[in-house]
């Protein structure tokens, strides 16, 4: 779709290799180019370096549109998007749907699998029982209803056919805790398609960076304090490229009842109540829906076996549990730096 595009663009990079290789000069000229979009149900917001602002402008445009597009195919709540036709066929039929909607679904299905079910995307007819602004919750009756319908294992995708389907009637998928990752790392690819070389790509909480700032170093990131879930209270800073990284926290979508209880949006597939014991999770991998996805999952499955997963997998992450205390995998504790007393 892009061709013509990524053509043009790719021989203003090429003069300007060559104009460094002569004169050593023109790289200093590079520049970082902020712009922020309200998609996918919350502020995007994409920063590249270029030489140009016409470069950066139009690759900024190419990865909104594609942020747009991905939007289409995999919003769950949308009734026109492709993963809305899976949900309403579940137990009718298989649907055709894009490869990029079959290939965020496997990722799904992957991090299920890896996570034993702590993260599991059929919670659909679970998440729709809830509403966190009106403050409503579903009773115990109407939890243990729906519960059988959440099970990851009743997905079939078939990738060369490229359709996917529900096993069960009134199953639906859920991609709310993957599709921001998913599509922060595909913006950041759509970024790279048009010659960038380094940028940022931040889905709200879910963050992809590539490539090194004009200063060379890494892009810095932070995670937020989950006391108070604050963009401005951070817990710590680090630096990132050419990784992804995701934070779920219970500040997000959240009410408290009268008695005290908070009500959160992260819940467990297995009694379809908002898991307790974590407040938030941060994980940096390769892959942006895996960021998301198993950030959503370790939130489920708690401190201990959480850590031992972000081990396995070999990620980066951190846990601060509901006492506040932190988890952290070794490579992580070389490269973060906390905020606050322990600040140098
Ligand atoms: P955020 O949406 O705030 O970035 P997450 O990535 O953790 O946070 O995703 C939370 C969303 O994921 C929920 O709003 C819901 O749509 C969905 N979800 C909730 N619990 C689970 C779960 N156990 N497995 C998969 N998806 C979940
Ligand atoms: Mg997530």
């Known amino acids: 779709m892009n061709n013509k595009k990524q053509v043009n663009l790719l021989i203003p990079f090429a003069a300007l290799s060559l104009c460094v290789l002569l004169t050593g000069s023109c790289a200093k000229k590079e520049k970082l180019y902020r712009k922020s979009a309200l998609l996918m149900n919350t502020t995007v917001t994409i920063t590249v370096v270029s030489d140009s602002s016409e470069k950066a402008d139009a690759a900024v445009d190419a990865a909104i549109e594609d942020i747009k597009r991905l939007e289409a195919l995999i919003s769950f709540w949308s009734t026109e998007s492709e993963i809305s036709a899976i949900n309403r066929n579940a137990g009718v039929k298989e649907v055709a749907a894009s490869p990029d909607t079959i290939d965020m679904i496997e990722k799904a299905l992957f991090v299920s699998e890896k996570t034993g079910g702590a993260f599991d995307a059929t919670i659909g007819p679970i998440i729709r029982l809830y509403d966190f602004k009106k403050k409503i919750k579903p ?24 359709t996917a389907y529900l096993r069960k009637k009134d199953m639906s998928f859920d991609t709310g805790g993957i599709a921001k990752g998913y599509a922060a790392h595909r913006a950041a690819e759509a970024l790279k398609a048009t010659g960038i070389n380094a940028g940022i790509v931040a889905v709200a909480g879910d963050i992809r960076a590539f490539g090194l700032k004009p200063d060379g170093k890494p892009w810095l990131v932070g995670i937020r304090n989950p006391e108070t879930g604050d963009k401005e209270d951070l817990l710590a800073v680090l630096g990132l490229s050419d990784e992804s990284i995701s934070t779920s926290g219970d500040y997000e979508r959240y009410f408290i009842e009268k008695d005290g209880t908070m009500y959160h949006h992260i819940l467990d597939p297995k009694t379809g109540k908002p898991a307790r014991g974590v407040r938030s999770v941060t994980v940096i991998s390769k892959e942006g829906a895996f960021s998301d996805g198993f950030s959503t999952g370790i939130f489920v499955m708690g ?10 997998m070999g990620f980066e992450g951190l846990i ?13 504790k070389e490269r973060i730096k906390f905020k606050g007393k322990n600040e140098d």
């Open 139 to 162: 009773d115990d009756r109407a939890i243990r209803k729906k519960l059988p319908l959440v099970n990851y294992k009743e997905m079939a995708i078939n990738r060369d056919a490229s």
């Open 320 to 332: 601060v549990d509901n006492q506040g205390k932190i988890y952290m995998t070794d490579g992580l």
């Open 303 to 312: 401190t201990e076996k959480g850590m031992k997963l972000l081990n396995e």
